[in-house]
């Protein structure tokens, strides 16, 4: 692997060092090395940034991607297993192809890493995972599996299963079975420590509660699909309840909540963002709702939740947001290290820092205002995967 240095670009580096006017990046051993004005790196490869934005790799921390294949139709659609309305134990890990052309999409799209996981469907839906955008195979692609447990309130849980009078069939009910999953894994944690490792205490081997243990033991949070207020704020009781860690993503309406968010500590993943509403969930969406959770307080971030929309429409939907009321740098911060933090990646992604991965994204412009910028060169671990500078 080839040293690469990086000249001539405004360096946003999203972290202690802010922005450099006209900086270089040094990549080395697939990490970042050094980020500076002067790099001294006579045997590294050069890449001209000709004065465009450097970036870390771009994050989007709730998608689909490779679950929902690329114009397949049924024979690609694997994002919700509804045999069942609790399914702790499916793993995204299972289910996608990292062939799909979408990761293309992503790559040229500076998109680097991506959550990806289970849909809607299901009250609890299953594990996501958090994986890198270019490779061929899950075991070379994949950053943290599990990353996260989905979980699902109102209007999905209630199509998916109430029109055909199966359980839930009320917001009640779907609040209800997502407890008693919890509970239940509660009790299972409880015996298997109070087992102390002895075969003959240890409660009879459970894959749903195993895939809940992580839950409890707060070492993955739930990640919450929660656009209503009502259900935004049935979240947080549960969390507080089990006293275990969620993200609140969609949060449609989190924004007439702002201060109740605040308060919760809780984060927003936002998004997708500018399509028609075609349900009533969605109806109060509004480009204002990350200024304004920001500015309450609340840390967010902004996602595409692919196939609501394509990869190369993340930085877009950012700069409508910077457009009603969002400061640009936390702009850039919800696609790199407000989506990294959330994610639990901050060690590894979301900045350009001396250790962090070496996956970089090259900008002709500034990529959430200018509607005629592209990414020119994508960088991830080390390698050029994209470049027509």
Known sequence: MKDIL?????????????????????????????????????????????????????????????????????????????SDPVTPHIRALDGIYPLDPEYGVAVR???????????????????FVAMKTWGKTMN????????????????????????SNRQPVTRMAIASLVRDALYQAKEYVYKKDQAQGDPAKLPHFDMKMEALEPVIRREIPLKAHCH??????????IADEFQVDVTLDHCTEGYLIADEIAKSGRPAILGPLGGF???????????????????????????????????????MAVGMCVGAGLPEEEGFKSIT??????????N?????????????AIFNGNPIRDLWCHCVATIMDGEIRHNIL
Not at 51 to 80: K, M, Q, R, S, W
Not at 337 to 346: F, M, Q, R, Y
């Open 6 to 82: 990086i000249k001539n670009g405004k360096i946003l580096t999203m972290g202690p060092q802010g922005t450099l006017e006209n900086g270089q990046v040094l990549l080395k051993n697939g990490k970042i090395a050094a980020v500076d004005t002067n790099l001294d790196a006579p045997e590294a490869e050069i890449l001209d940034a000709k004065g465009g934005y450097v970036l870390p790799g771009l994050i989007d921390a709730h998608c689909h991607i490779g679950l929902y294949e690329t114009a397949i139709g049924f024979p690609g659609d694997d994002g919700n297993e509804t």
């Open 277 to 315: 509403p075609q349900k009533p969930e969605v109806q109060f969406q509004s480009l204002e709702a990350a200024g304004i959770l920001h500015r309450a307080g609340v840390k967010v971030a902004i996602m595409t939740d692919l196939p609501g929309t394509h990869m190369w429409y993340l930085p």
């Open 337 to 346: 290290i407000n989506a990294a933090e959330i994610l639990g990646l901050e």
């Open 348 to 360: 590894r992604l979301g900045s350009l820092e001396p250790g962090k991965d070496a996956d970089v």
């Open 228 to 237: 209503r207020a009502d259900d935004i704020m049935t979240v947080l009781r």
């Open 109 to 127: 799209s500076g998109v680097t890493t991506v959550a990806t996981g289970p849909g809607s469907s299901n009250p609890i839906a299953g594990q």
């Open 140 to 163: 070379e692609m994949v950053l943290r599996a599990p990353l996260a447990m989905k979980v699902a309130f109102g209007e999905n849980p209630k199509n998916s299963f109430g029109r």
